[in-house]
């Protein structure tokens, strides 16, 4: 029997509203715990003006920064996993699946190895570069052949892609072992010690990719009927799904720019929100905006927390945390289902 609509929109609205507390938690925490605890009160008051004290230095200098990068990353892996789930309409999909974190894994060896970059905002541009590079060649082989097929041919070229980039960066890495140790910590993925002039030459980019992700949800839950009863309905298909894949290059390619390979929270983060929302893109992409970066900067601290002396980098948490949880959300068929 279809559940009331008051008790699902009930349903949806709270969750939203706990993914917002879980945020404001976990950007106070992300400000306050490291080697070296901040009350939450000298957190506030640190953001509004600097006395010259160590603990305000940590928050302004190192903390904040670190914050702001989770907040600008997060939402755009959320988002990014949501529209690669529907428009596959595979419930395991996630931002790798189209190359796009081998593709800018790939061109920040490249550029390292050979053309002697080294500054933080090449690493970006290179990143972001070699994303849009390989998941533009992956969506040209989707586009051969009949439209109907396109996800599978897309999925399929992209997993190979990924599997050829990432094995031909890991063999030139290992033979040289300067290039190794150049790469190795932006590939962990991390939140920390990156440059503050990047981030906000992206952060519009990953904006334009959220806007036009939230105007794809009406579009991708017709397309979830089917192509023939989408069409029926008057859904343009292949304008919807090159649109889905240019929202998915943008997003994605920018978030490895800026913070590095993060696996997990985008394959984990749609199956969380679909738990409270249900199947409705139109509540699973602003859900999925705000519960990722909770999620990030809550497994940031988590390492920090974990090693003490150092950090534990935030790739390694998110799957570390991811697995467990995502195992958990596939036994409900709620969770699981699109």
């Not at 081998?102 to 970059?117: D, E, I, P, R, S």
């Not at 533009?136 to 980039?165: D, F, K, N, S």
């Amino acid at each position: 029997m279809p559940r009331p609509r008051r008790t699902t929109g009930l349903r949806r609205a709270s969750g939203l509203l706990l993914a917002l507390a879980l945020l404001a938690v976990a950007v106070l925490l992300s400000l306050g715990v490291g080697a070296q605890g901040i009350d939450p009160l000298t957190v506030l008051r640190a953001l509004w003006e600097n006395d010259g004290s160590d603990a305000h230095a940590i928050v302004r200098d190192s903390r904040l920064p670190r914050t702001l990068v989770g907040l600008v990353v997060g939402p755009a892996l959320g988002v990014c996993g949501a529209l690669i789930q529907a428009y596959t309409r595979n419930p395991l999909a996630d931002p790798g699946i189209l190359g796009v974190n081998a593709g800018a894994t790939f061109a920040v060896t490249m550029g390292v190895g050979f053309l002697g970059l080294s500054a933080p905002s090449a690493y970006v541009w290179l990143s972001f570069g070699g994303a849009l590079i390989v998941t533009g060649a992956v969506t040209l082989i989707g586009l051969r052949g009949p439209g109907r097929q396109m996800p599978e041919r897309m999925t399929l070229t992209g997993v190979a892609v990924a599997a050829v980039l990432s094995g031909v960066g890991s063999i030139i890495v290992m033979k040289n072992l300067e290039l190794f140790n150049r790469v190795r910590f932006w590939g962990l993925g991390s939140l920390g010690g990156r440059d503050p002039e990047a981030l906000a030459t992206i952060a519009p980019l990953i904006a334009i990719g959220l806007i036009l992700a939230l105007g794809l949800a009406g579009s991708l839950n017709v397309l979830a009927l089917g192509d023939d009863l989408g069409s029926t309905l008057g859904a343009r298909i292949l304008r919807t799904r090159l649109l889905s894949v240019l929202a998915v290059t943008i997003l994605a390619g920018a978030a490895t720019a800026i913070a590095g390979p993060i696996a997990f929270l985008g394959l984990m983060v749609p199956h969380t929100v679909r738990w409270f929302t249900g199947p409705d893109q139109r509540w699973i992409i602003p859900g999925s905006m705000i519960l990722a970066p909770a999620l990030l900067l809550g497994a940031d601290v988590l390492g920090r927390i974990i090693l003490p002396s150092g950090e534990l980098q935030v790739s390694l948490m998110t799957a570390l945390v991811g697995a467990p949880v995502l195992m958990l959300l596939a036994r409900r068929r709620r969770a699981s289902g699109l």
